[in-house]
């Protein structure tokens, strides 16, 4: 699969799983058969391959734009998704207690060693002294298999203050000239609801530190502002980028009927019962969260429809590609925990968003994010006292501001005569609150107004 | 869930199990701090990508907390996951490499900062925050909790499926979402061949979530090739770098054989599942 190209949004969405089902069944109804029905155990088909790399900062290696990390069951898996050219891997000390890597390191003898980029993770705390991170780096290596591992992390860091933890640094140092290590870096999804800082000011301080070489960050459209800020940081300092956490909500969610729960609902039912709820509030408490899910969907909903994606695999898809079109990400992050997954994947290598896909994905953003006015929608008409038709701005805004059809816009904003986002800025909002859909209008209209207006 | 408390008759008298905490008392240990809680949706935040694996297994809740005694300090986690099978299938996989003890369905103990533990539906980890776990300290540790917590001793029902000869010991185990790394698979419990080469593997379907075993069977049948020249239904197909894996239907459900270079030891091995 290319860049860009002629393919049609339709087939670009489509075409990741046309190709993960014609690998999966490989070695298999591909085969001649003999008349008893025998058939030859071949190697497999090798159908889709890594086709980008980029160079992951001052390391100086040239990773393949996607990796394989996360626990794995399979030695097998690991040793397909190499076989297919990615090159970067990345595992932890607390994967499976240690399994993952022990898996890793049964793939990892068939590969000329030089060629693949291992990170392994150890969660630093205040009481580890270089020795506890020398002996259990050395328990991780002798799991992995290998004579050095090319970049050790502090895993999951969410407290600035680690960034600068003296007995890791004094660890890795000593490793480095072991030669056991190569590198070192930093992973961080930010503090996440408990007390300690953002991922951006972990990550930015640790890529400004000077001694960190790589950094893995959670990054998708949804939330990329904070993830922006870090990349800037890191390529200012020359560190190495690895995304996570590419995939958005999605797009639908299955009903719930009280009465006949089907699929993972009866688990949900008797799960939330044997923990003390009655049957009534144990329905309360899943329609909720359905009806929740269910509003984050609709908002979704015409985007996908406009834009052809009915499938959460092919708004994933999307919101790989999405992560993929940025060259100051060096490479991401997947879990392929089996053959399937690699296939479907592998494919969406060297792909970038043609511009109507990056118009449906910021969309996405928008109406995930409670920015997005509805067009045709007047809800708040009858609370504006000037009668400002505001989804006919915020139309204007998106002509300018997503189809970059400047003159346009802004001729159409010229002739709504001045009842426009003008009469917004000296406003006291009696319009607050009257968005069904929690768009803040007089925010939006200011920002609109600021765009459209010729002065 | 909660652990819901349990009295303990005084012929066994050895620990007893704190009610709302969900976290066991054991004699001569002190809680030092609160106990936490985390769900499906929580997990994340405290295990980081770790939380993958028991996800994948269908985990429950985790109540989380401290114990000392004697100078040693340490952090007990007790993972409701939902079912024994699922319990026992963390438990094997994060025991890997260790030295398995027969309490309850399977402890370890990795001196000097981990045991482990799998009984009925919950799964323990419990580490070394300050001090060491010896050997001693540690079977005492596992067998205290195995006291402590509720249900069933010995392993799940379903690794009774497995054959009873031919089994490399200490091989079993249970993979709910891609054994072998085949997608389609439903949940194995598995084992490795004695004798029958590296790789070699003995496997039975454990359908999950009200799929019949007949569902199961046309699955599979819509990716894998029948073989007709079999006494029994066999299905088979080859997985990279593994071989040859197949499946026969029998009267104990779906058995299966896997890591074989030829289909023709493969239905051997598979027709004497089958009878």
């Known amino acids: ?455 | 869930m909660r652990l819901t408390a349990i009295l303990v008759v005084a012929a066994v008298g050895w620990c007893s199990l704190a009610g709302a905490a969900g976290l066991p008392e054991l004699q001569g240990w002190q809680r030092a701090g609160e106990v936490s809680t985390f769900g499906p949706d929580s997990l994340w935040e405290y295990i980081n990508g770790a939380a993958d694996l028991f996800l994948s297994y269908g985990f429950r809740q985790l109540d989380v907390g401290e114990l000392e005694s004697g100078g040693v300090r340490v952090t007990v986690g007790v993972y409701d996951m939902g079912t024994p099978l699922d319990a026992f299938g963390v438990f094997r996989t994060e025991a890997a490499g260790g030295t398995e003890l027969p309490v309850a369905a399977g402890a370890m103990v990795s001196p000097p900062y981990q045991c482990l533990l799998a009984k009925d539906r919950y799964y323990v980890k419990v580490e070394a925050a300050e001090g060491e776990i010896t050997a001693e300290l540690g079977k005492a540790l596992v067998t205290a909790l195995a006291r402590a917590l509720p249900g069933a001793d010995g392993r799940p029902e379903a690794v009774q499926l497995l054959p009873h000869d031919g089994i490399v010991p200490g091989s079993v185990g249970y993979t709910r979402k891609g054994f072998l790394g085949l997608s389609e698979l439903p949940p194995c419990v598995h084992a490795e061949l004695a004798g029958a080469g590296d790789g070699a593997q003995v496997f039975v379907v454990v359908p999950h979530q009200g799929q019949s075993a007949e569902g199961a069977w046309r699955a599979l049948g819509g990716r894998w090739k029948r073989v007709e020249s079999a006494q029994h239904p066999t299905l088979v197909r080859t997985v990279p770098y593994r071989g040859f894996v197949g499946v026969v239907k029998g009267e104990r459900g779906i058995l299966g054989v896997a890591g074989f270079a030829s289909q023709e030891e493969l239905l051997r091995r598979l027709e004497g599942l089958a009878l």
């Open chain 1, 1 to 455: 699969m290319g860049e860009g190209g002629s393919l049609s949004r339709r087939g670009f969405l489509r075409v990741g799983g046309a190709v993960a089902v014609g690998g999966a069944l490989h070695g298999c109804g591909s085969e001649p058969e003999t008349s008893t029905g025998e058939t030859t155990a071949d190697e497999p088909v090798v159908e889709a391959r890594i086709q980008r790399q980029r160079v992951l900062g001052r390391t100086g290696f040239e990773v393949s734009d996607l990796a394989i990390g996360g626990a794995f069951n399979e030695a097998a898996v690991v040793r397909y998704a190499l076989d297919r050219g990615v090159n970067y891997i990345d595992t932890a000390e607390s994967y499976g207690n240690g399994d993952s890597e022990r898996k890793i390191g049964e793939a990892l003898p068939h590969f000329d060693r030089k060629g693949v980029f291992v990170t392994t993770k150890l969660a630093i705390e205040d009481k580890d002294t270089e020795e506890s991170i020398v002996e259990r780096f050395g328990a991780c290596q002798e799991r992995l298999k290998t004579d050095y591992v090319d970049a050790l992390f502090m895993h999951s860091v969410s407290d600035v203050q680690q960034v600068g933890n003296q007995a890791f640094h004094a660890a890795v140092a000593r490793l480095r000239a072991d030669g056991r290590v190569r590198f070192s870096g930093v992973s961080s999804h930010g503090a996440r609801g408990r007390p300690g800082d953002s991922m951006e000011t972990v990550l930015c301080a640790a890529a400004e530190d000077g001694r960190f070489d790589v950094m893995l960050l959670s990054y998708n459209f949804l939330n990329h502002e904070e993830g922006d800020r870090v990349l800037a940081a890191c390529k200012a300092n020359s560190v190495g980028t690895t995304a996570m956490k590419t995939s958005p909500a999605p797009l639908k969610v299955d009903p719930f009927d009280p009465d006949n729960p089907s699929g993972d609902y009866v688990d949900s039912m008797k799960r939330l019962q044997e923990r003390g709820l009655s049957r009534e509030d144990a329905i309360a408490r899943i329609q909720q969260w359905v009806s929740r899910t269910e509003e984050e969907s609709a908002r979704a909903r015409p985007f996908a429809d406009k834009h052809g994606a009915t499938t959460d695999d092919e708004l994933r898809s999307s919101a790989l590609k999405w992560v993929l079109a940025n060259p100051d990400v060096h490479t991401v992050c997947l879990s392929l925990p089996d053959f399937d997954s690699v296939d479907r994947f592998v494919p969406l290598s060297g792909s970038s968003m043609d511009r109507a896909a990056a118009e449906f994905v910021e969309d996405f953003r928008l109406a995930h994010s409670g920015l997005y006015c509805r067009h045709g929608c007047t809800a708040c008409a009858a609370a504006c006292p000037h009668g400002v038709p505001v989804s006919t701005v915020m139309r204007y805004a998106t002509y300018f501001h997503h189809q970059r059809k400047e003159k346009l816009a802004m001729q159409k904003y010229a002739r709504l005569g001045g009842c426009d986002g003008s009469l917004c800025l000296t406003c006291s909002a009696p319009c607050t609150g009257a968005c069904p859909h929690r768009f803040p209008i007089q925010a939006g209209m200011v920002r609109a107004h600021s765009m459209l207006a010729l002065a």
